[in-house]
């Protein structure tokens, strides 16, 4: 334990290639520096913990380095490069906007700007969180934005685009980071959990990457949490004990009873999950995505947009031929209305049970209901 670094540390990619799931924006950098066509200022954006820092790292790193590699990555063996990965170099500074907000700051860093790097061709500034400058801040660096000397280059990097001024806008090159897939992330935690020793079940890592939402940062750090309460065992069971989620069983079972139109059982069901204290809401938003999950699989077209892990996929794809397609348009639309209504509701358990009897109805015949409201 002495040395224990958090894997979101560990596991900061050094070289471009190494990035999950930003291809074509890495691949464009790492043209761009090829080809000697740097601009002098770049916006990185996107959600949280999902590369941004790390690829204004790596591309500073790659246009200094004295002999890059043939496929444009960065050598890791020169002066420079060595420098970099011991972070005791010069030529990056990153600058903390929402800490370093004021026009003196700013005015540092512009002091700062003027001076050229002792070794390689660039300095690379980096300003996180660049939304957070106050409007006189950026008043004061447009100018330098603008027209920075030939060794200087700006990345700023936001979380928030729509709270970038205009005027900086246009001045920058804007790369739009994306979340990263459930399947991405799945891969990725495989590799640190086989370099880590850990064993992993496939359905375990399927839950912890749909809770991570996008962010590599956020499904590495549950990684850890969920590494330590296992000691090293990292099984179905206990991530949804752990990171407190439904066991897709329930779902399962709630669409059978749902379909023999059996209305007792929906009921006992959802009273058993309600008694294990999961909250109303997140039931009704799960059995809407578990509809959803059914209406896709339906379909080979769609099956691409079904993300939950292939070793239960089988389960799902024999469950949704039982299903119509009129039904589960029908049910999705009932669930969607439950969510709509939830927060309103005075009697949430009662709305949730209407909508169970609605769903067992609706099983039974899915034109029926249109039918009724007609009437
Ligand atoms: N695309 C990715 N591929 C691999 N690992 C990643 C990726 N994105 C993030 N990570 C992991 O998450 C950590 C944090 O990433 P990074 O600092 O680049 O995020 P960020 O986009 O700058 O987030 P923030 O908006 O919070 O500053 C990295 O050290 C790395 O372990
Ligand atoms: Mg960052
Ligand atoms: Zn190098």
Redesign the pocket.
């Known amino acids: 334990m002495d040395n224990y670094i958090v ?3 560990k ?3 050094s070289t471009f290639k ?5 291809r074509s924006l890495t691949t464009t950098l790492k043209n761009a520096i090829a080809s000697n066509k740097l601009a002098h200022a770049y916006l990185f954006c ?10 204004a790292r790596i591309f500073a790193k790659t246009i200094n380095c004295l002999s890059p590699a043939a496929d444009g990555e960065a050598c890791n063996a020169c002066e420079s490069c060595v420098a970099f990965n011991e972070q005791r170099s010069f030529n990056i500074h990153e600058l903390d906007a929402a800490s370093n907000n004021s026009v003196d700051d700013i005015r540092a860093l512009i002091d700062q700007v003027r001076i050229p790097p002792q070794i390689g061709k660039y300095k690379v500034y980096i300003i ?1 969180e660049v939304h957070m400058l106050s409007s006189a801040a950026f008043n004061a660096f447009l100018k330098t934005l603008e027209e920075p000397p030939h060794h200087a280059i700006f990345i700023l ?1 936001t ?1 928030e685009k729509h709270k970038i001024l205009p005027t900086i806008l246009s001045r920058c090159q804007i790369y739009d ?1 994306s979340r ?1 897939s459930i399947s991405d992330t799945v891969e ?1 935690l495989q590799y640190v959990a086989s370099q880590e020793g850990v064993t992993t079940e496939p359905e375990a890592l399927n839950v912890l990457a749909q809770k991570a939402d996008g962010g ?2 956020d499904a ?1 750090s549950i990684f850890d949490q969920v590494v330590s309460f296992t000691g090293g065992n990292v099984t179905y069971k206990a991530v949804i004990e752990n990171l407190n989620v439904l066991d897709y069983e329930y779902y399962f079972k709630l669409t059978e009873a749902i379909l023999a139109n059996n209305v007792s059982d929906s009921l006992l069901i959802l009273n058993d999950i309600l008694n294990k204290g999961f909250d109303g809401h997140n039931i009704i938003s799960g059995i809407a995505s578990h509809f959803r999950d059914l209406l896709v699989c339906r379909d080979p077209q769609t099956a691409v947009l079904f993300e939950v892990g292939a070793s239960i996929r089988e389960r799902y794809v024999a469950m949704s031929q039982k299903c119509s397609n009129e039904f589960l348009y029908k049910a999705i639309e009932i669930v969607n209305e439950c969510d709509l209504n939830y927060r309103n509701s005075k009697n949430k358990k009662l709305l949730i049970e209407l909508t169970l009897i609605r769903l067992c109805q609706c099983s039974a015949n899915p034109q029926s209901l249109d039918e009724k409201k007609k009437s």
Request: proline fraction near 7%; charged fraction near 20%.
């Open positions: 894997s979101a540390r596991y900061r990619p190494s990035v999950v799931g930003q996107g959600p949280r913990g999902v590369g941004k820092t790390t690829c996180d990097a979380t980071f990263i990725h590599m940062r590495l």
